[in-house]
């Protein structure tokens, strides 16, 4: 007879196992994204994955208190994708015509941008 | 017997959860253009998360615990439309074009 402790045992192994995979594809995009919003939404993207984590980690050990440190988790990951939307914002138009042949480099870019404003 | 539909449900939301987490992470690797990406992320990348809590929640058996994990979940699908449109807008307003395959702008009426 199997008992309830491996059936959750078993499936929270499992789940570990699909949240490394769903981790190690969200990182290739972080890396590779060609642009900064791609990167953002990436790291967005990760904070949910790590929240996952930490509630798989909690159904694992049966330490409840996990559960808190994941909503915390969430708040600070909204805050820090807002912070990270004002920045794009901010940081001007990258197609406009006095930081078009910048565009394409990172610092130029910001310069550019911040003395365009 | 009580402890074997908990551990079932349990062990079913965390692989549908789980499983959620990984399509949306394939999407983000494969779709094509920034706010396709966002489409996948921020949809199925919440309700991944999301599921992951209730099972946490679910597996305490405590009923304070549960319904932090339930106040977690319903944050989690309040923020998610809020940064995603931030960001998307963000993106826009600055000049990231949409992919090649898109028909529509609404933004830009063309």
Known sequence: MITSAAIVS??????????????????????AGPTLPDRILALDMLTGIAIGFIAV???????????????????VG????????????SRGNV??????????????????????? | MMDYIVAIATALLLILGALFALSAAIGLVRLPDLYTRMHSASKAGTVGSGLLLFAAGLYSEDPAILARAIAGFI???????????????AAHSSGYDL????????IQKR
């Open chain 1, 57 to 75: 980690i909690a159904v694992k050990t049966g330490f409840s208190l996990y559960i808190d440190i994941a909503i915390s988790l969430g708040l």
């Open chain 1, 95 to 117: 197609k406009s015509p006095s930081s078009a042949p910048a565009a394409k480099q990172g610092t130029k870019t910001r310069r550019a941008g911040r003395k365009r404003r």
């Open chain 2, 75 to 89: 944050f989690l699908l309040l923020t998610a439309p809020v940064s995603a449109h931030l960001l998307a807008r």
């Open chain 2, 99 to 106: 992919g090649g395959i898109s028909v529509l702008d609404d």
């Open chain 1, 78 to 89: 909204f805050l820090a994708t807002v912070a990270f939307a004002r920045f794009v914002l």
């Open chain 1, 10 to 31: 078993v499936a929270s192994s499992a789940a570990l196992v699909i949240l490394g995979l769903a981790l190690l594809l969200t990182v290739w995009r972080v890396v």
